[in-house]
């Protein structure tokens, strides 16, 4: 009788000390985690106040801004859901009956998925990485039209192809350099081309506005439509003559097959191209610019 008492005694302090392991563990993956969500948190905000200070001065893009802004919104919903399983397993350890009564079905398999955000942290500081590159590369390229177009006209003649490879080539370059960089995450570069006009009126009796009138389907168009679609059609031209430079470049890009590339082209109008110019007149060539914008951000 005494042996089967020491036995029981002995399974008793087994189990007990097993669960006392088992409570100890947990609480050291619940404190490595928040040691990793406040470096974490500390630096999503920093990258906020980065792409909220870029946008306010058109070094980002609304595009690019949304897309960070989700990026940045899918990291933090993961930390969230961390949370919630750090906050359980804690409570769970205060007691230590409770704990293991609940271990095996639900206290467990918060433990593992709690270890295996841990054990990711090296991979999102890759990606971390590479959002604050993008929001500190992250600026336009300026392109004046004059460069490319006669007044009144959006198409680039052939003569000056070699000028807009000439300025167009290092956008690419940069890009498929930080594309590089960043192979081994799944990434989707953008591209977005933002054409603006003056406020000079096309002459009514011109074949521009015979043009422009057909394509925006009014027949009486006022001044700002007219240039909002000349600077659409604008934009449009320069990004044709970009995705045909990048398809000459490709063999400059490591995983080119792989790489998704999303393309926009948009006709700002009349809308004054940079908030840091406070003189711009009707009649300014400063307004008839196009602005490039790229970036290159993780899937997930």
Known sequence: MRIIFVLFSAILLFSSCGTQRKIESARKTVNTFQDIRQRELQGLDSLNSIVV?????RGIDG???????????KLRAAIDSASRNATVISEATQNKRDFKKRYN????????????????YGRRVHVYAMLNDVVNISNYNLFNLAAFFDPGVYRIPANSYEK????????????ASFSNKYKDVSHTASIVLQGFADATMVADSSDLYTTLSQMLRMENPGRQ??????SQLRANELLRQLKFLIMQKAPNF???????????AVGQGEEYPLPYITDYRDDDERRRIVLCY??????F
Do not use: M
């Open 53 to 57: 200070s870029k946008s306010n001065v």
């Open 63 to 73: 595009n690019t801004r949304t897309s960070l802004n989700s990026s940045l919104g």
């Open 105 to 120: 079905d639900e206290i467990r398999p918060r433990v593992i998925e709690l270890d295996t955000f841990n054990s990711r």
């Open 164 to 175: 807009v490879k000439a300025l167009f080539g290092p956008v690419i370059d940069t890009l």
């Open 225 to 230: 439509d007219l240039n909002r679609q000349l």
């Open 254 to 264: 490591s995983n080119f097959n792989r790489l998704r590339i999303t393309y926009l």
């Open 294 to 299: 790229w970036s290159v951000l993780p899937e």
